[in-house]
């Protein structure tokens, strides 16, 4: 018995994908596809928002978004790895910290030693419940305002002319 080779393997993967209704959706909308500065940062500050706001199922979430919102799909799958196994602690930390500056408590909540594991839950628990969704919702302008500035540096970069071309151009 011999094993089918890559090209197979590939067009059944294929399509296996393709009869499926939700991917065949997906993979009809050129509009997902698209490489241009606004589908890609709009779909970069989508992924850092759910990436952030949504610890579980982040993917799914992120494509249905990038669907909805017509923004880059792969952009968008891949800045919901902002929170990845080595940077969630750090990145719930910050958040945390936020949410208990804004809430104006003094020191972390875990300092507190003869409180129980519930009054230590519900002291972590609101400034993360206070913070995240600050901390999300502010994340999508800077994400969107930065991939749009990198974009331009890298296109200045590349060709010195085309940035006073595209200004012509623009009504």
Do not use: K
Not at 20 to 47: F, H, K, T, Y
């Amino acid at each position: 018995m011999q094993l089918p080779g890559q090209h197979t393997l590939h067009a059944r993967l294929r399509a296996w994908l393709l009869r499926r209704e939700c991917i065949r959706m997906l993979a009809d909308q050129r509009c997902l596809w698209r490489w241009s500065r606004r589908p890609v940062s709009r779909g970069a500050a989508v992924g850092v928002f759910i990436g952030i706001l949504l610890p579980f199922g982040q993917i799914p979430a992120a494509a249905a978004c990038a669907a909805y919102l017509r923004t880059h799909l792969p952009a968008t799958v891949a800045c919901t790895w902002i929170t990845n196994p080595v940077t969630t602690v750090p990145v719930y930390y910050g958040i945390y910290l936020f949410g208990a500056w804004l809430l104006g408590s003094a020191a972390p909540a875990l300092a507190a030693s003869d409180a129980g594991w519930m009054d230590r839950f519900a002291a972590i628990g609101l400034p993360l419940l206070i913070g995240t969704p600050i901390v999300a919702l502010l994340s999508i302008p800077v994400t969107y305002v930065g991939v749009n500035l990198l974009w331009r540096a890298h296109l200045r970069r590349r060709r010195p002319g085309i940035l006073r071309a595209l200004r012509r151009t623009s009504p």
